[in-house]
């Protein structure tokens, strides 16, 4: 269910999760793969355009032979942004994020505040 979540999080701006996984807490904004994508290059640009414009165009032809946005990669991964990191007493914001749906063990729509 919570990819389904995430696949559709794109269409409406994002969605507000709380993740639960082995070691710590992760709250923030559910995107898709593609808002993502497009955040991520964006940060690199800010530093290194000439290889955020390098990394856009293998992104562009991987996703023209079907390999970098299949519906198998964008469901096994989940995608957060502004997010806030908890690992026991300390906390570390985190504003993009990419993990393994299976490495989550439950989650809650909304943010741990």
């Known amino acids: 269910?919570?990819?389904?979540?995430?696949?559709q999080a794109g269409?409406?701006?994002?969605?507000a999760v709380t993740l639960f996984f082995g070691g710590g807490v992760l709250t923030g904004t559910l995107i898709d793969l593609a808002q993502w994508e497009h955040l991520w290059l964006e940060a690199i640009a800010t530093t290194q355009p000439r290889l955020a414009d390098g990394l856009r165009k293998g992104l562009?032809?991987?996703?023209?032979?079907?390999?970098a946005s299949s519906g198998q990669e964008a469901d096994s991964f989940l995608h957060m942004?502004?997010?806030?990191?908890?690992t026991g007493k300390a906390t570390r914001p985190v504003e993009l994020?990419?993990?393994r749906a299976s490495?989550?063990?439950?989650?809650t729509l909304g943010r741990y505040t």
């Open 97 to 99: 994020w990419r993990g």
């Open 60 to 67: 562009a032809a991987n996703r023209a032979e079907g390999a």
């Open 1 to 7: 269910m919570l990819e389904a979540l995430a696949a």
């Open 81 to 86: 942004k502004d997010a806030t990191l908890i």
């Open 103 to 107: 490495a989550v063990t439950g989650w």
């Open 11 to 15: 269409e409406h701006g994002g969605l």
